[in-house]
Structure formats: C-alpha cells, structure tokens
C-alpha cells in the first residue's frame, strides 16, 4: 500500500530545523487516498501484540505500520459499520469497539470478532432517553468527548479495572472495588470531563490547578510540573491546557497552545509534563485521540476529519553552515576542542548549533575537502589540490605551507609523528612533524594513489589505494597485498584490534580481513551495502556503515559470527533520511571518514550537511514482535484461518496474508518464505509486496509453508510460524483407481495381444502370397540373366572370331600387299619406266602401308576395349616413338608438299601404355597430314612437376569450332549422339576415348597461323 509522506509542511507542522532541537519529526498522514477507509479516527489504542486499532465511521481498522485492514459489514455480521466507543477489555487487555448499533466487537492479536456476551454489555452508554438527550449512566471513554456539548449525564462511570471503579454524580464521588464501598465523598464534581486516571489515581485539573482525589479525600497537589512550565501561555495564564486522555492505552497529555505534553505522576502526589511536540494546530486539524510510543518516540493521532497522523521522531539531526555561499558538501573532519567539529571549508561546528567560520581556512579551502590531520601538536594539517597547509589547534593562524608538484589524495600521521602525504597516480611522500626543517622523501615507491591508512599495532601499516590493499612491515619494509583485493578500490580502513581490520570498497561491499583470509561481508537486500563509505563502532558493540543510499546499522558480533562460520546472515537495520538526514547520500573517499565525539555522539559527512547522532541514546526499532497468519484465500473467498488448511485438489489460486506489527521503516521487514515437502525444505524467498505468498497448481500431498521474519540482531535471530497444507489425492491417485486401472490394463493387454496374433496371422499369410509373387518373378528375372549372359558370350566369342579373321584375312594379305608392292617399286628403282608407272607402284605401297598400320591400330583399341585387365605402364621415350611413327608419315607428307618436324628432345621420357600412346600419336599425326598442304607439321613435347603435354600443330585448313568444341568437353563421348563421331572420323574417336582411359585430356585449339593445334596432356 502506497504511504503518503509529508515533511515538515509549515502550515501543517512547521518544526524548527535547528541542529540541537531534539523534537524533530517526520509526520506521515493517512488518509482514505493511502489505506485509510474513511477520515474519522474517533479512537484508537494498542492490542497486547502491538498492533494499532482504530475506530472510524465505516468500522474498524487496524494499521500494522505498513498496511491498514479494515473490519466492517462486509467482514464481520454487523447491522452498523459506524463505530461509537473504544474500550479496554480490564479482564484481557484486548480492545473493544461498540457500534452505534451497540454491537461489541473484540480486537486483538491482529483480528477482530463479533461478541455476543461480554461484560461491558452492561457498561456501555446504551444511549441517552429519547426525549432529552439525558445518559443516566455514562462510562469514561477519554478526552476529549466529541460529544460533550450534546449530552447529559446523571451518573460518570469510570473503571481502574474489571471490578473497581469510581462513580461521579453532581455532588459525590463514590469509590467501590469487587462491589463494596472504598469511599463516599460528598464533593460536587461539576463537568465531568475535567476527570482523568494517571495509572489508577483520580485526577482533576481546572486551569493548571491539579487535584487528587484517593482515600476519601481531595488532595490540592497544585500545578502542573516540568515542560510546561516553560511555556509562555502557562506563565502568563493566558493559555488554558487541554487534556487528552486515552482509556485504551492508558495516556494522559496536555495540549499548551500548539504544544503537545506528556502527563507523568510527579512529586508529592502531583503530575509532572515532558514536552513531546511543538508547533502542531491540534485546533485546526481537528485531533480527537492521542497515543505515544514511548520506547521508540512515536506519536499518533487521530483526527475527526484528516485521518491519522504518524509523528516519529528523528534520532539524528543534520548541521550546515548556513552560509549562503555554501553548498554543504562535506569530506573529512577534525575535532577541534571540546565537541566541535572543523571542516576544510573552515566551518566550525558545535553540537549546540553555533557555527563559526574561520577566515584563513575558507579563503584558502573551497574544493578539495577529502582530508585533514589533526597531530599530535593538535596542529591541524589540510591539503587543497598541490598544497599542505598547517594551521595552529585554533584553526585561525596559518603556520606553514607547502607546495607540490601533484595533486594531493590524503593525509596520515603515523605512531612515529610522520606526516604520509598521498600523491595521486604516485607514490607517496613522508616527513618527520618533529623536525621543522625536515624535507619530504618518497616511501613505499610500488604503492601509489593512496585513499586511506590505518595502522595495525607498532609495527605493521595498511595502506588502501584505488586499486588494492597494502600492508607494510615497518621494521623490514617488506610489502604484501592481499590478492582478493587486486583493482578494488579502498575507501575506507577500520583496525579494530590486531587481527580484525574492516575495509569498506566502492562498489565491491565490505570485507573483514582476519589476518589469515578476507571474508566478504553479505549484502542487504537492495544491494545498497555494495557502496559502503565508512565504519565506525559506538559504545554497544555496533558498526555503523554509511552509503550513498543511506545509514547502516549491524552488530560487531553478528559479523565476526558469520565470518566464523556460526551465524547464516548477520542483521542489517536500516536509516533513510527520514531519520533526521538532509539526504540518503552519504559521502566517503575521505580521510577521516567519520568521526567519533565525547558522549556518545557520532558525525558523519553527507551529501547535504554533517550527520550528527547520538547511538547510545537511541532505541534500535527492530522487527521483533510476533508473526500473525492475516487471512487466507482460496480462489478470491476467505477461509477461517487455521494452522492446517485442506485445499480442494482442483483450487486455481491460495494466498496466505502475513502480518506483523512494525512501525519503523519497511526496509527493515525481512519476511521470507518456504514450500517444504516430503521434508525436503525449498529456497526461501521473499514475500510479495502486500505481505502475501501465492502459490497455484500444487500437486496432491502434505505441504509445509515457513514463513521466517528477521527480528533484530543476534546470532540467526529469526522466528518462523508454519502453515500445514493439504491437497487431497485426485480421484485418478487413489488407490482403487490405480487397481482398476491394473486390472483395466490387464484386460486390454490380453485383448490386444489376442488382436495382434490375429493380425499377426492375417499379415503371415498375406506374405507367403507376396513371397510366392516374388519368387516366380525372380526366377523369370534370373532366366532372363541367364539367356542375356548367354548371348554375351556369343556376342564375345563373335568378337574374337572377327579379330582373328581380321588378323588372318586383312592384315596378313595387306602385308603381302604392302611387302609385293614394296619389291615392285625397288624394282622399277633402276629401270627406266614411265613416271606414272612408277608413282602408281609407289602409291600402292604407301596406301597398303597405311591401311596396314590402322588395321593394326584398331586391332590393339579392339582388344583393350574387349579385356577387363589393367592397363601396363613403361617409360618410353617421347622422341624415338615419334621417329617410328614419322617413318610412315614422312613420304605421304612429301606428296603432299608438306613437312613434319620433330621437335621433342631426345631426353623426354614418360611413364605411358607404348601400344596406347602410339595409336594416339599416330592418329593425331595422320589427321595432321590430312588436313596440311604445303605446309608443316610439328611435333614437341613439355613437361613440368606435375603433367607432361604432347603437342600436334599444323598450318593446314583447320578444325570446325564445333569439333573443337567436342574435343575440349571432357564428358563428350563418342557415344553423345551430337554427330561429331562422323564428321571427325573414327581417328579422334580412338584418340579421346584412350585419353580418357589413361587419366589424361585432349586439348584443341586454332594455330597462331592458322591450322589446327591438339595437345594431350597427361598427370605424371
């Protein structure tokens, strides 16, 4: 629920802001727009588990300091939601609320119940007659009565306890305890709402005038003591107090003008005052009801029309300069003389809120603020960016001054009266404070840009930097970091004792380093602790860790517990600025970073002024009182509550209500949560906003929810309250539907089983019919194999029929042919014949010649195409297999006008098929005659690493780009069906096709000059 916060509004509480004035308040208003039901409080009081019970027009309301419920017709069976009177139950010390309708309800422990028999039936104002407005019994409700000018009253009742009361009319007090008379006084009373108890003694005041009515006896114990004393209006008699007597928590105030006091029993019978608030228009807002808390100094109010007003008074005030120039950032500080504190910008403060400024200080300091050095002279040592200055114990008189090359960080004293001067991104500088013409030196040259230093014992220092801690043994000089520290940067160093160091970072948290290992300390819940500036410990045992999100305070030994191991998480209670501080951010990075004064007091430097608090005087305001389970709903509708609740297994939605009573700030409520089942315990985690826990879709069992509240410091100070949850099983987890379900899967086991072997039966015989199928088809498909196998082998037998007639029939008579036509022209050689007799014996051998070299040739393709065996390789000598070849070429060629020339170097070699590479070569050559007239062919050969490339070129008429095209396509086959096989002749053919078996390619391409080049290149 959302609270409306109003500070120090001037027309509505206008409260000095002076650093000594003790009654500072921060007042939050409720209202019907923040939680209230309506604006009416009437009364109010406290039940016995601390909660805060109103009365209002529209029924009852309990605020638990954080969210109000309220009790009315729609929560309880009443005929009225207006409420009438609030009173003390004497035999419980619960709370009772009377409706208008004379209804009593019963308020405690956080709940509120309709009563049908009770005691104060019989007590209660049932009314006044109907004709004129006359009680004739009236119990004392408080004061002030709202209804006092409208009433009258024969007889005022009021009660010390269940049995014993006094009883006023017009002329007698009467005083009567477990029904016998104490006293009769025959006393004429007059208005009855001068009467009031302090504790269970009568009183009456009329003006200040007190009296004491005990024994039978009025008792003139004269004014009215302490505070009031001092208020002007008291002085002069021109201010008639009012009083506020609250039945219900058993309070008595005097209003003084726009001053609040409390009522005490004083000396000699009389009362006394203490001042609780000033400057607040009770008149004007309409106040009806006062309570105080005494413990935590909070006072509430209730007004008849502006709801409920929460003063809590601030534990700490904040001092500024008041200077106009000022914008009261504050660093480090000094303690200068008795309780006043002195800052770089030369302000002196003391805590009775007399502020000085010292000249020679602030025209020199308006910057750097981030330390100061109080020595053992009590000489105050400042710096401001490259300069030191010293000033005499009275700040006022400038002693000495230096100048340095860098930027100064910080300032320390040792045990050995040296004054350490920091130097930003360097090392360090030292000098002696006992010897004034002692010159700086460097110390501690590894260690640079140092941020605060602290010394453990005589013999060892730490020094902090920006990025690690340092320590340094003072007799060896010897320097260790710790690792765990390495590029954090150190703000602030705490030596507690030997042993027990405290370091705050930014941005890192804060660690304690034991002398053996550095513990991290936990953070708080928003992580604000990540940031800590400072350390300082009080007189009780309590650090206080200062943030840029506010004010921590935790117990020294909640955390050297945790670091040992015996404590899950140590206490962290929280201040914002509502406590007294002008803003939450603290500042550190500062040496000092606080500072500790006589009597307790404490300063620290923020953002907005110096915070200034008293721990020894304070009341920590921690979460301790009890646990309350609020209500429960299941789907949107309340259930009774009980610490065992049975869920319906089909519920959508459970919420549980957690309360506790706790006024201060809700930072500090640490409530968390727990789904245990089966014993297995779940990760606690924290309750929703509202207080609630909401939990959907559990599966059926025995759950157990803890809920766990932090209340304070000490060792796992924590208290749980369990809530038992049981879902029922689902009809589908009882044990008769698991039977039946067995069973019912048994049943339709043997069924499907007796299906399958059915279909099982079915599909067997549908198999057998498809094998039978298949195997008919098989056998004709193996017949038919057979018959094609048989015509393979007589297609093959034809193959090598044919060759063997080719080798009989044609080669052997064309060698004949060529060898007769050969003797024919040998013989004409010498003869004189005819020339064209001649040249007809020599073309008949030249054409036998050729045609029984092709016959040849396609003879060898013939075999290698018709065996499966492998191809056999020799090195063969490129020049001499061409030389062969020419032999056949070279007279046809010369025919023709043509020349051929062999152009590859005798010492080419090459790893081919010798039958293969010369019925390539052949057909090349024998193409390339063909196509030339009057012209040459060359032959020549190259190699490199990887391929060897033959090379056919000739200056005939050429090759069509349609045959080249086809040479050059390494997937064209003689088989491509384009029609290149014809036109090209069966030479080409041949060529390709071995080429192609031998792994390598042809190439084909027009000459420079024309004709044709081919190349066959081959991988090595």
Not at 63 to 70: H, I, K, L, W
Not at 136 to 149: C, H, M, R, T
Not at 183 to 211: C, D, M, P, T
Not at 491 to 517: A, M
Request: hydrophobic share 35%; aromatic share 10%.
């Amino acid at each position: 629920m959302k609270v409306v916060v109003l500070y120090s509004i001037l027309l509505l509480f206008p409260i000095s802001l002076l650093a000594h004035d003790s009654l500072q308040y921060t007042v939050r208003q409720y209202t019907d727009e923040n939680g209230l039901p309506q604006n009416s409080v009437k009364a109010m009081g406290f039940d016995r588990s601390g909660f805060l019970w109103m009365n209002t027009e529209n029924g009852v309301v309990r605020f638990d300091g954080q969210f109000f419920r309220s009790f009315n017709k729609n929560q309880l069976p009443l005929r009225s939601s207006r409420m009438s009177w609030l009173l003390p139950d004497l035999q419980t010390g619960a709370l009772i609320s009377v409706t208008e309708r004379n209804q009593l309800i019963c308020m405690q422990d956080g709940q509120a119940t309709l009563l049908t028999d009770h005691y104060l039936l019989s007590e209660i104002p049932l009314g006044p007659d109907i004709h004129d407005d006359n009680y004739k019994l009236y119990s004392a409700l408080g004061l002030p009565n709202v209804f006092s000018s409208l009433i009258r009253i024969e007889k005022y009742k009021i009660s010390t306890a269940v049995d014993r009361y006094y009883l006023l009319t017009s002329d007698s007090i009467i005083a009567r305890d477990k029904g016998k008379m104490e006293f009769s006084l025959q006393y004429k009373a007059g208005n009855y709402w001068e009467f009031f108890l302090v504790g269970n003694r009568l009183y009456q005041i009329q003006g200040v005038q007190i009296k004491l009515i005990e024994a039978g006896q009025v008792i003139a114990t004269g004014q009215l003591q302490g505070d009031i004393r001092q208020h002007p209006g008291f002085l002069n008699g021109k201010v008639q107090p009012k009083i506020y007597w609250s039945t219900s928590a058993g309070q008595v105030f005097v209003v003084m003008d726009k001053s609040l006091y409390m009522v005490k029993p004083g000396a000699k019978n009389g009362l006394t005052t203490e001042l609780l608030m000033r400057d607040f228009d009770y008149e004007a807002n309409r106040i009806t009801v006062v309570c105080y808390d005494t413990l935590y100094k909070r006072i509430f109010m209730g007004s008849q029309t502006r709801g409920l007003f929460v003063f809590t008074r601030k534990p700490f005030f904040t001092m500024r300069s008041g200077q106009s120039d000022a914008d009261e950032v504050y660093y480090a500080q000094a303690l200068v003389g008795e309780n006043r504190i002195l800052t770089p910008q030369g302000y002196l403060f003391n805590l009775q809120d007399i502020h000085e400024v010292l000249p020679e200080f602030n025209k020199r300091m308006r910057e750097d603020r981030s330390s100061m050095v109080l020595d053992h002279n009590k000489n105050i040592w400042v710096k401001h960016r490259t300069m030191l200055y010293c000033f005499d114990p009275t700040g006022r008189k400038l002693l000495r001054e230096f100048s340095y090359p860098y930027n100064i960080t910080m300032l320390y004293e040792d045990q050995d009266s040296n004054l350490i001067v920091g130097i930003k991104r360097r090392a360090a500088w030292r000098f002696s404070l006992n010897d004034p013409l002692a010159k700086p030196e460097v110390v501690y040259p590894s260690i640079k840009d140092l941020c605060y230093i602290q010394e453990e014992g005589k013999l060892r220092m730490w020094m902090g930097c920006g990025n690690g801690l340092y320590s340094i043994d003072k007799s060896t000089g010897k320097i260790d970091s710790i690792k765990e520290l390495s590029g954090k940067y150190i703000r602030s160093l705490y030596v507690r004792q030997e042993g027990e160091i405290w370091i705050s970072t930014h941005e890192d948290g804060f660690y304690l380093y034991d002398g053996k290992k550095l513990i991290a300390m936990p953070m708080d819940k928003g992580g604000y602790l990540a940031s800590a500036h400072c350390v300082i410990e009080d007189d009780n045992g309590f650090f206080w860790i200062t943030t840029n999100k506010g004010l921590f305070q935790t117990a020294r030994q909640d955390l050297l517990d945790y670091a040992a191991g015996k404590q899950h998480s140590p206490f962290y209670l929280y201040y914002d600025k509502y406590t007294g501080f002008n803003t939450n951010e603290f500042n550190g990075g500062c040496q000092p970073c606080g500072l500790k004064l006589k009597g307790g007091y404490f300063s620290l430097p923020s953002l907005n002024g110096l915070v200034v608090g008293n721990p020894s005087k304070l009341v920590p305001e921690v979460p301790s009182l009890n646990l309350f389970i609020d209500r429960i709903e299941i789907d949107g509708q309340s259930i009774p509550l009980a610490d065992t609740i049975s869920l319906d297994n089909h519920f959508d939605f459970f919420r549980l209500f957690i309360t506790t009573p706790y006024f201060g700030n809700s930072y500090n409520r640490h409530l968390d949560f727990s789904l245990v089942k089966d014993g297995n315990a779940g990760t606690w985690l924290p309750l929703d906003g509202d207080g609630s826990i909401k939990l959907s879709s559990l599966a059926s069992g025995s759950y157990e929810i803890r809920i766990r509240k932090a209340n304070g410091f000490g060792a796992d100070n924590h208290l749980v309250k369990s809530v038992l949850l049981v879902v029922p099983l689902a009809f589908y987890e009882t044990v008769w539907f698991r039977l039946l379900m067995a069973l019912l899967v048994i049943i339709g086991f043997f069924l499907y089983m007796r299906i399958k072997l059915r279909y099982i039966r079915r599909k067997n015989a549908q198999l057998e019919e498809k094998i039978d199928e298949r195997t008919q088809a098989l056998q004709a498909t193996l017949k038919e194999l057979q018959q094609s196998e048989e015509s393979m082998r007589r297609q093959t037998r034809m193959q090598e029929r044919m060759i063997a007639a080719i080798t009989h029939d044609i080669k052997t008579p064309l060698k004949y042919l060529t060898g007769a036509a050969r003797r024919l022209f040998e013989s004409t050689e010498g003869e004189k014949t005819t020339d064209d007799k001649k040249r007809s014996a020599h073309l008949i051998y030249e054409s036998g010649y050729r045609m029984y070299h092709l016959t040849d040739n396609l003879l060898q393709y013939i075999k290698l195409n018709s065996s499966q065996g492998s191809i056999v390789m020799d090195k063969l000598c490129l020049n001499v297999l061409v030389e062969n070849k020419l032999q056949i070429f070279n007279e046809i060629a010369a025919e023709q006008s043509t020349r051929i020339e062999n152009n590859i170097p005798r010492d080419t070699y090459v790893l081919s098929n010798h039958h293969l590479l010369g019925i390539m070569v052949h057909n090349l050559i024998d193409n390339a005659v063909k196509a030339t007239f009057d012209g040459v062919v060359k032959i020549s050969a190259t190699t490199d690493d990887d391929t060897v490339c033959i090379r056919v070129e000739d200056s005939g008429f050429g090759m069509s780009k349609q045959t080249q095209q086809w040479c050059n396509d390494e997937m064209g086959t003689a088989g491509s069906g384009n029609g290149i096989s014809s036109k090209s002749g069966l030479g080409l053919i041949i060529v390709k096709d071995l080429v192609a078996q031998m792994k390598g390619r042809v190439r084909v391409s027009d000459g420079k000059e024309g004709g044709t080049v081919v190349e066959l290149i081959f991988t090595k």
